[in-house]
């Protein structure tokens, strides 16, 4: 079990952007479903945005369809989350995920579609 290592998360004003990244070394495999997870205080677990590695099909939660953009770099099993146009209610804790079983089904934003967490980092906007 290899646990993924996000990075990039911080604060900031409505309407800003930061960038996420998550390492995610799992040699000699390759992680086929990798994605990001958000979690508030009082709230369950929730996707944001997933991607299968083998062929870029992406999902997106409808709250961040059109502001956030999930991306990968397969050479360094590397996976980011671009933030747009972030709002409050997007403030949370992020966390990365990979599963590489690929027979398990589509990368869908379930949580427990995903095997490998990372800590989470946390994003908090203000108003």
């Known amino acids: 079990q290899v646990q993924p290592v996000e990075s990039g998360g911080g604060s900031m004003q409505a309407g800003g952007s930061l960038r996420l990244s998550c390492a995610a070394s799992t040699y000699p495999y390759s992680s086929y479903c990798m994605g ?10 929730e996707g944001v945005a997933t ?30 989350l671009q933030m747009d146009s972030l709002r409050p209610e997007d403030t949370a804790m992020y966390y990365c ?24 980092t946390q994003v908090t906007v203000s108003s």
């Open 51 to 80: 991607i299968t590695t083998t062929d870029g099909t992406t999902y997106y939660a409808d709250s961040v369809k059109g502001r956030f953009t999930i991306s990968q770099d397969n050479a360094k099993n590397t996976l980011y």
């Open 97 to 120: 995920a990979t599963d590489r079983w690929a027979p398990l089904g589509p990368c869908r934003l379930s949580p427990g579609r995903f095997s490998d967490w990372g800590q989470g």
């Open 36 to 45: 990001w997870f958000r979690q508030a205080p009082g709230k369950l677990r």
